[in-house]
């Protein structure tokens, strides 16, 4: 069995790949996102696509007369034309929880290094200017304890935070399809949660029904010097509305983790702000995850090959 990873990975991500293959009897390449040459190559003959980003389309899967299984290293499949998929006879498989102790943690992260303007505050430094910022930025800053922390959606990544938050003195609320009373927090509408909450934070996946839905009349409703947070998908923020907000002074700060394009235009004005943090795609992204991920991947190889029912089988 042959299953490629289509992505730039590292030195240690490779020889976590190396491994894992080794032990399953899985022939494994790479290709970079970027080599379409060696991504024709070979998806020729691929059985597995180990999928991270760059889109899996149909003209991709056109390629692939062999593949029998698109595994998302991840949860969403927003990148994935799972119709094509369907069409070509192909099963598509995500992996739930394998990432969120990452992404919990690159939330909270982002949530701090906004509220203490630390990507205004380094290059400051490094220049040999810290001690002459501008005070407008200083004013600006802030703590966690005394704010109410709302969570847009309430999985597996950000329940995790709730008690870090609490012990840190803030107060939490959340969106839910139904109220976790074994979670902390208090579970609300979103409308409430927009008009309460001083940091807001997206979990929830790039749907047609959840595209564009922080937007002007969204933020409209936040409040005043409020901070948004996404580790989500970049697709659920409206970015001219929020480069408005932030300019102004409506929005007190963003990090954002995720882009409506990616890899992120560096024209991009969200990058120009010095109330923006931001990261490329990559809160999912350590040593960690990686060794969960990718023994869950090759455990459904092993079951695609025995003709068992896969794990976390979407499509």
């Keep these: 069995m042959k299953a490629l990873l289509h992505y730039r990975a590292s030195e240690g991500f490779r020889a976590q790949l190396a491994r894992f293959a080794a032990e399953f009897a899985v022939d494994a390449v790479v290709v970079d996102e970027d080599d379409e040459q060696g991504l024709a190559r070979e998806i020729a003959d691929t059985e597995v696509l180990l999928h991270v980003l760059k889109p899996v389309t149909a003209a991709m899967l056109a390629q692939a007369p062999r593949m029998r299984l698109v595994q998302k290293l991840g949860v969403g499949v927003n990148t994935i034309d799972l119709e094509a998929a369907r069409a070509s006879g192909v099963a598509v498989a995500n992996m739930p929880g394998t990432n969120s102790q990452a992404v919990a943690e690159m939330t909270l992260a982002l949530m701090l290094a906004v509220l203490r303007r630390l990507s205004y505050l380094d290059p400051l430094t490094r220049a040999g200017w810290g001690w002459s910022p501008d005070p407008a930025q200083i004013d600006g800053t802030g703590e966690i304890a005394g704010r109410t922390v709302g969570f847009v959606g309430y999985g597996s990544a950000p329940s995790r935070l709730g008690m870090a938050l609490e012990a840190l003195g803030a107060q939490v609320i959340y969106t839910a399809r139904s109220p976790k009373p074994d979670l902390p927090g208090e579970a609300v509408a979103l409308e409430t949660l927009l008009a309460k909450a001083d940091i807001v934070s997206l979990h929830i996946p790039l749907t047609d029904e959840t595209q564009g839905l922080i937007g002007r009349e969204a933020i409209a409703a936040m409040r005043p010097g409020a901070i948004l947070i996404n580790t989500a998908r970049g697709g659920l923020v409206d970015e001219p509305a929020l480069v408005e907000a932030l300019a102004s002074g409506r929005l007190g700060g963003a990090g954002l983790d995720v882009f409506g394009q990616e890899p992120v235009d560096p024209a991009n004005p969200l990058l120009a702000l010095p109330n923006v943090v931001v990261a490329p795609h990559m809160a999912w992204l350590t040593?960690?995850?990686?060794?969960?991920?990718?023994?869950?991947?090759?455990?459904?190889?092993r079951r695609l090959r025995a003709g068992e029912p896969l794990q976390n089988q979407v499509v």
Excluded: D, I
Excluded at 287 to 301: G, Q
């Design 287 to 301: 040593p960690e995850t990686l060794e969960r991920s990718l023994a869950a991947a090759f455990e459904n190889c």
